[in-house]
């Protein structure tokens, strides 16, 4: 039975690049999987797996398939349409790794990814996919890739209070945000309750 595989790459892992001017899309673009060596997790992805676990993602976004990411990751393959924030426009090899391009979309976790991409927050990709383990070696087989997701690394969580503070002190809800960003640094659970409360701010700046 196929696993449920995720792995983790950190904004300067991933060599991220942000994309995009004022007025116009907000892309991300790096690494979404790495091949050839032993990750965190203990997993080996064989070049030749990865390469044509993203030929195939690859044909169907230019089928005309929409390959949706999210922020954060659900405990399945199913994409969340709630919590969607960007789409895959295209992917590649380059050497042993697997590079996408993500355009950040004017959802409410979007706006959320955009938000603290422009205010400098350094944030992470994470692949999503199924495939073998051999408990031996830690070697993937039959490697599918059904997304890409957008994740808080470690350094993440420290840069919620220069995200928010400026910006949010005078707002709505908004001393109520920055406390829970200080609180949120060292626990997981505040950390999703706080990006519930910022999809309520962003919907409080629309009205």
Not at 120 to 146: A, W
Request: glycine share 8%; aromatic share 4%; charged share 25%.
């Amino acid at each position: 039975m196929a696993l449920l595989l995720r792995e983790n790459l950190t904004f300067d892992a991933a060599q991220i690049i942000v994309e995009g001017t004022e007025g116009k899309d907000l892309y991300m673009k790096g690494i979404c999987i790495q091949g050839g060596v032993k990750n965190a997790n203990e997993r080996v992805y064989p070049v030749n797996e990865i390469e044509r676990a993203v030929t195939t993602l690859n044909e169907q976004i230019t089928s005309g398939y929409s390959v949706l990411g999210e922020v954060d990751h659900p405990d399945d393959l199913k994409v969340n349409l709630d919590r969607v924030s960007h789409m895959i426009t295209s992917m590649w090899m380059d050497g042993p790794n697997g590079f996408g391009k993500l355009k950040i979309l004017p959802t409410p976790m979007g706006q959320l990814v955009k938000t603290m991409l422009e205010s400098g927050v350094k944030l992470g990709v994470s692949s999503r996919g199924s495939g073998n383990v051999d408990d031996r070696t830690g070697h993937v087989s039959d490697f599918e890739i059904v997304t890409v997701d957008v994740v808080a690394q470690p350094s993440a969580p420290n840069a919620y209070p220069k995200a928010i503070y400026e910006s949010l002190m005078n707002m709505k809800h908004g001393h109520r945000l920055h406390g829970l960003a200080k609180e949120a640094v060292a626990d997981n659970k505040v950390q999703r309750y706080l990006k519930s409360e910022i999809v309520k701010l962003i919907k409080d700046l629309k009205i």
